[in-house]
């Protein structure tokens, strides 16, 4: 799959590019713009910290009681999850978006990020604290090094790290109060979907820097 880098797209007046989400890069430093650099720089690091949750005691246990109702109606999870994805398709249509095989593998990618920061930051790293804080301060700084991660890999604004640690407490309220660890990473998916609807690159567009000569 051919990913556009443009790491060093800048406006017309030369400067450095600034996202949406993604705070303006220096002048020397790279901006965040193709869908390589998102899996390298974020993907990787949150795949990472799951695995190293599943090492730590009680993990597995925790993880199969929170996965028991997927276990108990897996066709149900499955519909669900055939509903969503053809709710991206059709979402990308409307908005004319090209539908294309990149879109498709940027979902899966969704889908993989929803499920590790889940895994990570909702279920393995507050249950760890709790054994030595106050549960509800476990699950506060979870959260708050979950929207940390974001403001480094990924060069979020910080105001867009404060909704990231919202939406973290909220996934948290979810998944105490029902137990069901499917039910949260398919509302991450969900919204981090509609926050990132598109792979990085094909939001972007290339402006020619005027310091630069044909």
């Known amino acids: 799959m051919q990913h556009q880098d443009n790491s060093r797209v800048n406006h017309p007046d030369g400067s450095p590019q600034q996202g949406r989400l993604q705070r303006r890069a220096s002048e020397n430093g790279t901006y965040i713009s193709s869908f390589c650099q998102v899996i ?82 909702r279920l393995f790293l507050p249950n760890e604290l709790g054994q030595v804080l106050p549960f509800i301060v476990a699950v506060v700084l979870s959260n708050a090094l979950f929207a940390a991660i974001h403001f480094i890999t990924l060069r979020w604004h910080w105001w867009n790290c404060l909704f990231a640690f919202a939406g973290g407490l909220g996934f948290s309220h979810i998944l105490h109060q029902h137990g069901d660890l499917t039910l949260v990473i398919f509302a991450h998916w969900f919204f981090t979907f509609m926050n990132t609807p598109e792979p990085p690159s094909s939001r972007l567009p290339m402006h020619p820097d005027p310091r630069t000569k044909p």
Request: charged share 15%; hydrophobic share 50%; proline share 4%.
């Open 40 to 121: 390298k720089r974020h993907g990787l690091t949150m795949g990472l910290l799951a695995s190293l949750g599943l090492l730590l005691p009680n993990s597995w246990e925790r993880l199969y009681n929170t996965m028991a109702p997927l276990f108990e109606s897996p066709v149900k999870y499955l519909v669900a999850a055939a509903g969503l994805f053809v709710f991206f398709h059709v979402y990308q249509r409307r908005k004319n978006r090209q539908a294309d095989s990149r879109h498709t593998v940027w979902l899966g990618y969704l889908l993989f990020i929803s499920i590790v920061e889940e895994m990570a930051f």
